[in-house]
């Protein structure tokens, strides 16, 4: 099945500690991407990457890093979350022409405390 | 900027009347335009998208949109809605030239007996 998953899919951390959420596709799309979700705002882009390391900034990147090794999988990494980082977390997907559809994860939600 | 603005926050309609969603955009030329939809608790689900050609496109669970380029506009319509179409709905677009997409803030849809 065609799908893009992310793990952990809740996580609650303290603030400063050091945290991975993996994101990965199985459609061998080109480009991925990570949003937040925060109530009245929408979704906002952190990162997108255009393919294999190939990786540039959103709209809201500060505090957040991400890494493309390999083209299925995007990871989105928080070094040193803060509160203000409680969010819901997209990752999505898409295959490389223009305007195609992005194919989105199931979501995590993340409290830091 | 490019922009996506979703003017109705939250809309309630009874079950079996017409429904109509708003969006506006702001784009140096016509970008693509994307309906999605978000189930509590859900990821995000395409309804449809407008690329070129006919204004009027359909899409899935009986959802259709109009593109009006005089208006800037891609409304989202539906004829007769059920109690499951309650949920968020997000407009957006990217441009011709495969930018990010940028959405809408969202319609929070309620549907009452």
């Known amino acids: 099945e065609a799908q893009v998953t992310q793990n952990p899919r809740y996580l609650i951390t303290v603030t400063g500690k050091k945290l991975t959420v993996t994101c990965s596709q199985n459609m061998n799309h080109e480009y991925m991407s990570w949003y937040r979700q925060d109530p009245g705002l929408g979704l906002r882009q952190i990162y997108y990457s255009m393919n294999v390391e190939v990786t540039d900034k959103g709209d809201v990147p500060e505090g957040y890093k991400v890494s493309r090794k390999e083209k299925r999988n995007f990871p989105l990494i928080l070094e040193s979350p803060s509160p203000n980082q409680t969010s819901l977390y997209f990752c999505?997907?898409?295959?490389?022409?223009?305007?195609?559809?992005?194919?989105f994860g199931p979501g995590t939600r993340l409290t830091v405390l | 900027a490019q922009s996506v603005t979703q003017p109705d926050i939250h809309i309630t309609v009874s079950e079996g009347a017409s429904l109509e969603l708003r969006c506006n955009y702001s784009?140096?030329?016509?970008?693509?335009l994307f309906w999605y939809v978000q189930s509590p608790g859900q990821g995000l689900q395409l309804l449809l998208k407008?690329?070129?050609?006919?204004?009027l496109v359909q899409g899935i669970k009986g959802f259709e949109a109009e593109f009006k380029r005089s208006q800037s506009s891609f409304n989202l319509r539906k004829p007769s809605v059920h109690w499951s179409d309650a949920a968020e709905y997000f407009c957006?677009?990217?441009?011709?030239?495969?930018?990010?997409?940028?959405f809408g803030k969202g319609t929070r849809l309620s549907v009452i007996a």
């Open positions: 407008y690329f070129s050609g006919d204004t």
């Open positions: 999505a997907s898409k295959s490389g022409g223009r305007g195609n559809e992005q194919f």
């Open positions: 957006a677009a990217s441009g011709t030239g495969g930018t990010p997409l940028v």
């Open positions: 784009y140096g030329a016509t970008p693509y």
